[in-house]
C-alpha cells in the first residue's frame, strides 16, 4: 500500500483550512486517511502550521512519499531535517545527541526568523495604520479650513445687510415701526401676498 503524506482540505468556501494526514495514495483527498500529522491554516500571516514531527518521521522512515506542499511544510517545520539527521544516527554518522542538538539549534534560529518576520509585518501594520490616520487627519483639517473660508464671507455679508438694514429702517421708518420684530415683519408680507 502507498502511503501519501498530505493535505485535506477542511473549513468553508473562501477560507480552507487543512490537516496534514497520511493516507493511502489510491483514496480520496477528504476519505479515509491513516493517521492525522497535523493543520495548516494558510488564511493568517504567517501561515499557522501545528506538526506532529516524531509521527511525520516515523511515516517518512517507513516509505511515506510527501506531496510538493506537505514537503514543503515538513521541510518548514523540520520534520525533514530531523528525517536526515536520524539517517545519519542510523549509518554511524552522528551519535543521538548530536543529532538532538543539531535539530535543536536549528528549532532556535528557524523560531528567530519567524518572530523577525512576525515582528516586520507588526511594524509595517502599524505604520500603514498611522499614515492613513495622517491622510484622514489631513484630509479632515483641509475640509475644516474650507467650510470655515466659505463661513467667513458668509458671516460678513450677512452682518453687513443687517447693519444696512437697520440703519435703513431706522432712517424711513418712525421708531415705533422700527420696534417690530423680523418674524412680524415675514407676517405682514405673506398676508399681503
Keep these: 500500500m502507498p502511503v501519501k503524506i498530505r493535505l485535506q482540505r477542511h473549513g468553508k468556501k473562501g477560507k480552507p483550512y487543512f490537516w496534514i494526514i497520511a493516507a ?70 552522528l551519535t543521538e545527541e548530536q543529532a538532538e542538538a543539531k535539530f535543536n539549534e536549528w528549532l532556535e534560529s528557524k523560531k528567530g526568523t519567524i518572530d523577525h518576520k512576525k515582528a516586520t509585518l507588526t511594524d509595517a501594520q502599524q505604520k500603514a495604520k498611522a499614515e492613513a490616520i495622517a491622510a484622514e487627519k489631513a484630509v ?23 447693519e444696512a438694514t437697520a ?19 415675514v407676517k405682514e408680507d405673506k398676508k399681503e401676498a
Excluded at 143 to 161: D, I
Aim: aromatic fraction near 4%; proline fraction near 5%; hydrophobic fraction near 35%.
Design 24 to 93: 493511502d495514495s489510491r483514496s480520496k483527498r477528504d476519505g479515509k486517511f491513516l493517521e492525522k500529522l497535523g493543520f495548516y491554516n494558510p488564511t493568517t500571516n504567517p501561515a499557522q502550521i501545528d506538526l506532529n514531527v516524531d509521527s511525520a518521521v516515523k511515516w517518512l522512515q517507513n516509505g511515506a512519499q510527501p506531496t510538493d506542499t506537505a514537503r514543503a511544510i515538513l521541510s518548514y517545520k523540520g520534520a525533514l531535517m530531523k528525517n536526515h539527521l536520524a539517517g545519519g544516527v542510523r549509518k554511524g554518522a
Design 140 to 162: 479632515s483639517d483641509k475640509r475644516a479650513a474650507e467650510a470655515a473660508a466659505a463661513a467667513a464671507p458668509a458671516e460678513e455679508e450677512a452682518t453687513e445687510e443687517v
Design 167 to 185: 440703519e435703513t429702517a431706522t432712517e424711513e421708518t418712525p421708531a415705533a415701526e422700527a420696534t417690530e420684530t423680523p418674524a412680524e415683519e
